[in-house]
Each structure stands twice: as structure tokens, then as C-alpha cells.
């Protein structure tokens, strides 16, 4: 029997008869990408490809994102499915003062110039905790945080003093928030005026102005929450701050910031602003 009819009987092409040829060696030209790709995604569950693509370009592949998303759909490697996210931590009804909102005109150059702060609650197996996050709004950088069964301004406070901490910023600094309780408190404005801070509230009913907050919840949600089931507070707190700090502010690549993680980002604006080490010609 020729070849060319028992392509016709098994109803396959002339290629695709000599690929399956019995004997002959099955290589797929796409087994290392694979395997790089497959480690990628269980590193990041939660990547699709508009983020695997440029991973694989930091780890030297020259691959687009159509050969990409072919291998995640027959390797069944496409991500987790979300969620239906709900913020329900904040409380504005109360006679504190609420502070203008003066993040959303402002024109972000570098690191230290915003700060946003917001809330989130986590789901233990037998109560809720809740955590409290300040990111640089310019990195997107987690730079405080804090983890406890409360909604009391003990919670936002620590979060706050971490960032302070860390960053030691210069005054002028902005910090903007929703107009929650926690953060109208005047403990905590009060440790803001201590340190140089202008503050700034949301305006009531526009979710908009804290924006890259809420991403960033979504993201801690999607990507380390909702895959977890933790015992205990301190299981949690162990978890959460290696996602913070080991994956998120380390690893994770960030559409905003060109597809590289806020370390990074912030690093290379550093690099970028120091002065030339060229001698300069004068008069």
C-alpha cells in the first residue's frame, strides 16, 4: 500500500503521517519553552500571558505572545479564574474631620511623593481578620503593613509607622486614604502632621481616587488569599508577609511599571537620576 493512501484511510496529511511514523523519534520544539513556561505558572498561578510573555523575556526567551498563549490552552496552564471582589472595612460615618482630596490632580516623578492607604479583610477558618497596607503610589511598592482581628486605628497605625520607618520621606509628603474612622482618627492624622504629611481623603462615593489600592487588594486576594486556607492568625501573617515581600514587591511583574516588580522599578529610577560620573567642562 502506497503511502499516499494510507494517508487517505487514516485521513491525515503527508507531514502529518511522517511526524507519526512508527519508529521514528517524536520531538517537540517547544519542550524547554514548556517546561520554562510551566515553572513560570506555578510560580505564578495567577499570570496569564500578557504577564508570562515578558517573564520569559526577562529569562532570556525571545518568544511572542501568540506561541504563548497556544502552549498555556494545550497545557491547560491558563490562570486562576476571579473572583467577585466586595470592600466592606470601611466606616465614614463619624464627626472627625475629612481632609480634601489633593491626590487627584497631582503628577507623580518619583517614589515618596504619594502614599495611599487602604483596608482589607481576610477569612480565617473560624473568623475574619483584617489587614492594613500603605503603598508608594508612583512604585506601587508595599512600604507598610499590619495584620490583626481589629478594625481600630491599632491597626492603621503600625501599618503607617512601618512605612515611616522604612522610608523615612521627606516632608511634603501625601498621604491619601479613604474617609474611614481608622484613618480620620486623631492618633493617626496626628502621626501624619507629625512627620511633614499633607493628607488626603477620597471624595464620598468615588472609589476612583484610591484605584491603585483596590488593585492591589484585588491582587492579594486573587493571587494569595483566595488560594490559601489559613488556620490562624499567625499561619496568615507568615504567608501574607512572604507574599509582600518575597513575590509582590520582589517578583511580581507590573503592568504599570513596564512589567517589572516595584524593587526593581524603583531601583532603576534611582540608577537613572544619579548624576554623571563624566568631569564636567567649567569657565
Not at 64 to 79: A, M, Q, T, Y
Not at 256 to 280: H, I, K, M, N, W
Request: proline letters at 5%; aromatic letters at 8%; glycine letters at 6%.
Amino acid at each position: 500500500m502506497t503511502v499516499q493512501r494510507m494517508c487517505e484511510l487514516g485521513k491525515v496529511s503527508r507531514a502529518g503521517f511522517y511526524r507519526l511514523e512508527p519508529g521514528r523519534e517524536q520531538v517537540d520544539e517547544d519542550l524547554d519553552l514548556r517546561d520554562e513556561i510551566q515553572r513560570i505558572a506555578l510560580e505564578f498561578p495567577a499570570y496569564g500571558r500578557p504577564r508570562i510573555t515578558p517573564e520569559l523575556k526577562r529569562r532570556g526567551w525571545e518568544v511572542g505572545h501568540r506561541r504563548v498563549g497556544r502552549i498555556l490552552r494545550e497545557d491547560n496552564l491558563l490562570c486562576l479564574r476571579r473572583r467577585k471582589f466586595r470592600v466592606t472595612t470601611t466606616d465614614s460615618h463619624h464627626n472627625l474631620r475629612v481632609y480634601p482630596n489633593l491626590a487627584g490632580s497631582m503628577k507623580l516623578t518619583g517614589i515618596d511623593q504619594l502614599w495611599i492607604a487602604d483596608i482589607t479583610y481576610i477569612r480565617l477558618e473560624r473568623e475574619f481578620i483584617y489587614l492594613a497596607v500603605v503603598l508608594d503610589a508612583f512604585s506601587r511598592r508595599v512600604i507598610g503593613w499590619a495584620l490583626d482581628r481589629h478594625l481600630e486605628d491599632d491597626l492603621t497605625i503600625p501599618a503607617l509607622e512601618m512605612a515611616l520607618r522604612r522610608r523615612k520621606p521627606p516632608a511634603g509628603l501625601t498621604h491619601h486614604s479613604n474617609r474611614g474612622v481608622q484613618y480620620a482618627s486623631h492618633d493617626y492624622t496626628g502621626l501624619l502632621k507629625e512627620h511633614g504629611a499633607r493628607i488626603s481623603m477620597s471624595r464620598k462615593g468615588n472609589p476612583y481616587d484610591n484605584a491603585p489600592c483596590e488593585s492591589f487588594m484585588k491582587t492579594l486576594k486573587y493571587e494569595q488569599v483566595y488560594r490559601q486556607e489559613y488556620r490562624d492568625l499567625v499561619e496568615a501573617r507568615v504567608c501574607i508577609e512572604r507574599f509582600l515581600e518575597k513575590i509582590y514587591n520582589s517578583k511580581r511583574l507590573h503592568s504599570a511599571l513596564d512589567y517589572r516588580p516595584p524593587v526593581e522599578f524603583e531601583r532603576s529610577q534611582s540608577t537613572a537620576s544619579l548624576p554623571s560620573t563624566g568631569q564636567s567642562a567649567t569657565a
